[in-house]
């Protein structure tokens, strides 16, 4: 068998072009390897440009994230980079496939180009506000060899040049702290360049940094009040001279045919004001305006760390309806983010509205739960003799339903002709973890997951893509890190938001509720600190360690970690207790009244002290992991008084918890904080508990992630099953049967007869409560990293709940793993799949551990209902 290496990858980016690194890590998947084989060596051969390749022969295991092997890359400077391995005879493979990369702009120094924007006045006292186009002009000499634009935008851009489109990301530049990073992208615009005159232009959009944001009315302005475009168009030819065309006050600006676009609003577009070759060469321009030159410190603007938010798939309509009222409306089947875009005749003036909701209610639109954001998309025709084709640019909606007024045509013929195709939008993240069942619902509800994930990793991760709020919810992705973490590879995209979360943190190491922040009621802000959500600032970082095996962000993430943990050990003084301040305790606990939220059944202040043992351990393990023995220690040791605290103040002497409820022993029992000989007690509890209430499930956004782990983990596995596979509200196969197609924000989003909760906050795309999906690729599939980034893996299926079968494959950073376990009669068989360059352990019910070698390997035992199992063959 010949070993091959494959998949060469620099960081965590799927396209190397544009990279901020200039030392980026490298890794690489081996396949083929013959059984027993493991990598003694590597072997990098690095081209930089037209130069020689340089080799360097690494004695080394390792294939994820090793070091750059050669000296720094400068700034545009492209490299190919191969790989090979040796195993421990001594042969070599053959060489992989060359990765191409290419850096960014990596030097402040390195820009010319300024923000530059329409000189009219773009920012009115009224609602109104009428975005701008920006063009300028260039000449291309002869013998071009390649030519790369960098762009940006206060607000939100699409280049175009020579009347083509430059790219096909979406919304970019995306949401950063903007004053502090603003991330720009590369494009290699080569083949849409002529030689002679050119033309380049910019639609502009408010996106997030200057439309409204938040909620009763939200803020304008919140990073600027200006509309501009940074491009920086370099072109370079055979002889290495290269020229420059960057944004400055020689361009032109003239008013966009969009009329209004706001993220929460949605977008008007008159196509009756289109210029027609804007962005062609030969325009004439004449009666555009001048444009002012902006301003931004170049020092702020970074390379991106993950993939754009892209369009990734094309929905048609599931059905056309008509309401009890006579409205139109398209079901597109599934609850999703994203555009609609349509394709119509109708004559000059015409005018068709798109609303969108999620739900609908008693047969109608119902967007009660939008709050103010207005989601609608305005289209008014020039009257073409052909069909015009319009989606918006710069908004994105969260919808399953949309309601269409004054459609020109007939709508049931024109939709079954593809006239209206539903735009799934969200960052481009490669999908990684998959999980089946021999149950369908269950395998709904995964795929409600993974929905309720796409349609909420927009750029940022957010709470809702639907109503007017779409915001980063440090808790909501504390809670959501590890599954999202095995469904796609989000590495970079966290790694990325974790930069902006310290770059909010306070001064004193608060972690604000929400990243980026923006201006809020009184409830929000000024900032508190706020167990859970802060604790994003250890969970996150941690769980991309365990999962992509980064050490990386630890370092990237050690100081902003261990200020969080000061700040709460300086909050609760010598007790060890964090019993003071605000708190949203068990969120959204099903006991909760609509309109109190943080009323749950658990004591906030027990939450809150649990979490403060949880961080510090995390910290402690980091700085472990850092080779910072001191910090591991002093760390360790908080993190052991802060349990003992708990323990004293929380803790019955039989195990029982003084908040008797189910979240209370979850954390109790998943943040290792009870003394060995109270656990098992502590979880026969939180099982009686389950059975007492019909096996409903009883935790919010705290409890959820951990009760099913706190059962199956400590014996009481038909319990963590009966919560899973329960039915009656409130559980997560009530949502299911009730037709959800994502997972919502409240166990009861819609009421058993059909009506929408009440509660204000009410949103049925939200991936929290979501997070029992790690539990059932860990538990019940049984696939679980037992080492960072998956180079030991563990498989540990728990069978149970009815099922007669049931899957997990993950694409970790060695390869594909993967167990698929099948009960036939009265044996339980698995195959299970191991990456080479990992190890795994398998421990199957009733059978010794056993040592796994990469390939693929065969267990069966025998199986009855009742779980007992003992070994009957053992096949590789």
Not at 593 to 610: E, F
Not at 611 to 625: E, K, P, T
Not at 670 to 680: D, I, Q, S, V
Request: a negative charge; charged letters at 25%; proline letters at 7%.
């Amino acid at each position: 068998m010949t070993t091959t290496v494959r998949a060469v990858r620099a960081e965590h980016h799927r396209d190397a072009l544009g990279i901020g690194e200039a030392e980026p890590r490298l890794s690489w998947i081996v396949t083929d390897a013959p059984a027993g084989w493991r990598q003694q060596a590597y072997e990098v051969e690095v081209r930089r440009g037209d130069g020689p390749a340089r080799t360097r022969l690494v004695p080394s295991g390792d294939q994820v994230l090793v070091p750059w092997p050669d000296a720094p890359l400068r700034s545009r400077e492209l490299a190919q980079v191969r790989v090979r391995v040796v195993g421990g005879d001594g042969e070599r493979s053959a060489w992989s496939e060359p990765l191409r990369l290419e850096t960014g702009l990596l030097s402040p120094s390195d820009w010319t180009a300024g923000p530059i924007g329409s000189i009219r006045n773009e920012n009115p006292l009224t609602d109104t506000r009428r975005p701008s186009l920006v063009r300028g002009t260039f000449v291309v000499r002869p013998d071009l060899a390649r030519a790369r634009l960098y762009a940006s935008a206060h607000g939100v851009y699409q280049a175009e040049i020579n009347g083509r489109r430059v790219g096909d990301d979406v919304l970019s530049p995306g949401w950063t702290v903007y004053g502090q990073r603003l991330r720009y992208y590369t494009y290699d615009v080569t083949d849409l360049l002529t030689e002679g005159e050119n033309a380049i232009g910019a639609w502009l959009g408010d996106g997030w940094y200057r439309g409204r944001l938040g909620w009763r009315g939200g803020f304008r302005n919140v990073y600027g009040d200006d509309l501009s475009f940074l491009g920086q168009l370099e072109l370079t030819y055979d002889d290495g001279s290269r020229d420059t065309v960057a944004t400055d006050t020689s361009w032109r600006a003239a008013p966009s045919p969009i009329i209004a676009s706001g993220i929460y609003d949605g977008e008007h577009y008159d196509a009756r004001e289109e210029q027609t070759g804007w962005s062609a060469p030969g325009f004439d321009d004449a009666d555009w305006g001048r444009v002012q030159l902006r301003r931004r410190d170049p020092a702020t603007l970074v390379a991106p760390t993950a993939p754009p938010v892209r369009v990734t798939e094309d929905r048609l309509p599931l059905s056309v309806l008509t309401s009890p009222s006579g409205r139109r409306l398209l079901d597109f089947g599934q609850n999703l983010t994203g555009v609609v875009r349509l394709r119509a005749r109708a004559a000059a003036g015409h005018t068709v509205t798109l609303r969108t909701a999620e739900v609908l209610q008693d047969g109608e639109l119902y967007r009660r739960p939008l709050r103010d954001a207005a989601s609608t998309d305005r289209y008014t025709f020039a009257g073409r003799d052909e069909p015009e084709e319009w989606e918006p640019r710069f908004t994105f909606h969260g919808f399953r339903y949309v309601e269409i007024e004054d459609w020109p045509g007939d709508l049931d013929a024109d939709v079954a002709e593809g006239a209206l195709v539903a735009r799934v939008i969200h960052t481009d993240l490669e999908r990684t973890g998959w999980f089946t069942s021999s149950e369908p619902d269950l395998d709904r509800l995964h795929e409600n997951v993974v929905w309720g994930m796409r349609g909420n990793f927009v750029d940022i991760p957010t709470d809702c893509p639907q109503r007017d709020e779409r915001l980063g919810w440090t808790g909501d992705i504390q809670m959501f890190a590890p599954t999202a973490s095995f469904l796609f590879d989000s590495s970079g995209m966290l790694a990325g938001w974790l930069r902006d979360l310290a770059a909010e943190q306070l001064p004193d190491g608060t972690v604000p509720w929400y990243v980026p922040v923006i201006p809020a009621d009184t409830m929000w802000t000024p900032m508190r600190p706020g167990a859970a959500w802060g604790d994003a600032a250890t969970v996150v970082p941690w769980t991309l360690y365990e999962r992509f095996g980064d050490v990386g962000i630890l370092r990237a993430q050690f100081d902003s970690a261990r200020a969080w943990v000061d700040l709460i050990a300086d909050i609760s003084g010598p007790s060890r207790l964090w019993d003071t301040g605000y708190q949203l305790g068990d969120w959204l606990d099903p006991a909760a009244p609509p309109q109190d939220p943080a009323a749950g059944l658990t004591d906030k202040y027990l939450v809150a002290t649990a979490y403060f043992a949880l961080s510090a351990r995390i910290v402690a393990r980091m700085a472990g992991v850092l080779d910072d023995a001191e910090a591991a220690a002093r760390y360790g040791r908080l993190a052991d008084e802060v349990r003992e605290a708990f323990v004293g103040r929380y803790v019955e002497s039989d195990g029982r918890m003084t908040s008797d409820a189910q979240t209370a022993y979850a954390v109790a029992l998943r943040f290792e904080l009870l003394p060995p000989g109270l656990r098992a007690p502590a979880a026969r509890r939180l099982a009686q508990l389950v059975e007492e209430s019909g096996n409903r499930i009883a935790t919010g956004f705290v409890g959820t992630p951990y009760v099913t782990d706190a059962l199956s983990s400590e014996g009481e596995a038909d319990a963590a099953y009966a919560l899973l596979m329960e039915r009656e509200c409130p559980s997560w196969l009530y949502q299911v049967g009730m037709g959800a197609t994502t997972v919502w924000e409240r166990w009861d989003s819609m009421l058993p007869d059909g009506t929408v909760n009440p509660g204000t906050m009410t949103s049925f795309n939200h991936y929290a409560l979501g997070a029992v999906a790690d539990w059932m690729h860990r538990a019940v599939a049984g696939l679980a990293p037992a080492e960072p980034g998956y180079r030991r893996i563990r498989f540990a299926p728990q069978p149970g709940g009815g099922l007669s079968h049931a899957s997990a494959r993950h694409r970790t950073p060695y390869g594909d793993a993967a167990i698929s376990w099948r009960i036939e009669g009265t044996t339980l068989q698995a195959e299970i799949a191991v990456p080479v360059g990992a190890t795994a352990v398998l421990e199957l019910p009733g059978t010794a551990a056993e040592e796994l070698g990469h390939g693929t390997h065969v267990r069966s035992v025998a199986w009855d209902p009742a779980g007992r199992a003992a070994p009957v063959t053992a096949s590789a």
